[in-house]
């Protein structure tokens, strides 16, 4: 198993910029697809984005599509996920995923580790 951590959550104002970071243990990350995704209140968990164990690919959820980065960096078994152009809307708490090579890296579904979460809050 790998145990995720996530940070840098944060209040910002609309507009803004937070760098998510995501640090794993236990495991490297170079065999596991990472997402990110996100969860308001009374909400369901919603997919924000991910990037392949390889990190050759990424995908993005419609609504951060432009503005949101997912990145990877292995040697740190670290994920990070770039939030540009906040928007009150994007306010929720943010968790990281992994899991081993799924076919459906948007499903949070497919993934079977997840972090405890951090909070971003974005005022108008």
């Known amino acids: 198993q790998v145990r995720l951590v996530e940070s840098g959550g944060g209040l910002v104002q609309a507009g803004g910029s937070l760098r998510l970071s995501c640090a794993a243990s236990?495991?490297?990350?170079?065999?596991?697809?990472m997402g990110w995704f996100r969860q308001a209140p009374g909400k369901e968990r919603e997919f924000v984005a991910a990037?392949?164990?390889?990190?050759?690919?990424?995908y993005y959820g419609d609504s951060v599509k432009g503005r949101f980065t997912v990145s990877k960096d292995n040697a740190k078994s670290t994920v990070y996920l770039q939030l540009n152009s906040l928007k009150p809307e994007d306010t929720a708490v943010y968790y990281c995923?992994?899991?081993?090579?799924?076919?459906?890296?948007?499903?949070?579904?497919?993934?079977?580790?997840w972090g405890q979460g951090t909070q971003v809050t974005v005022s108008s």
């Open positions: 995923a992994a899991a081993i090579k799924t076919l459906r890296i948007t499903s949070r579904t497919s993934y079977d580790q």
């Open positions: 236990g495991r490297t990350l170079s065999r596991y697809d």
């Open positions: 990037i392949r164990w390889s990190g050759d690919s990424t």
